[in-house]
Nanobody, 119 residues
Framework: QVQLQESGPGLVKPSQTLSLTCTVS??????????WSWIRQPPGKGREWMGAIAYDGDTYYSESLKSRASISRDTSKNQFSLQLHSVTPDDTAVYYC???????????WGQGTQVTVSS
């Protein structure tokens, strides 16, 4: 059974950097040919794919966020992380990590973590 768990601060001030980590168990993040994604859902809106890191370490970002987002990994800890720079209140959302088995198709999800951007 694959499990994912998000962790990180629940409150971030505007203009600062949001940092989240996803810890994976039950599978290696280097297993071919899975991708490991970050997805968010703002209040009252649909889910938005933010980006992903592939089993080989390549990264992919949504066009709207690629100037502010950065995804990295620590294979020794079987973790991958998201940094989102220069946040605004519009970045307030529930943030999820997930395993992507086909383009925008996910089979395992973390429970999600609420991040609020507020001063």
């Amino acid at each position: 059974q694959v499990q994912l768990q998000e962790s990180g601060p629940g409150l971030v001030k505007p203009s600062q950097t949001l940092s989240l980590t996803c810890t994976v168990s039950g599978d290696s993040i280097t297993t071919s040919h899975f991708y490991w994604s970050w997805i968010r859902q703002p209040p009252g809106k649909g889910r938005e794919w933010m980006g992903a890191i592939a089993y080989d370490g390549d990264t992919y970002y949504s066009e709207s966020l690629k100037s502010r987002a950065s995804i990295s990994r620590d294979t020794s800890k079987n973790q991958f992380s998201l940094q989102l720079h220069s946040v605004t209140p519009d970045d307030t959302a529930v943030y999820y990590c997930a395993r992507e088995v086909a383009p925008h198709t996910y089979d395992y999800w973390g429970q999600g973590t609420q991040v609020t951007v507020s001063s």
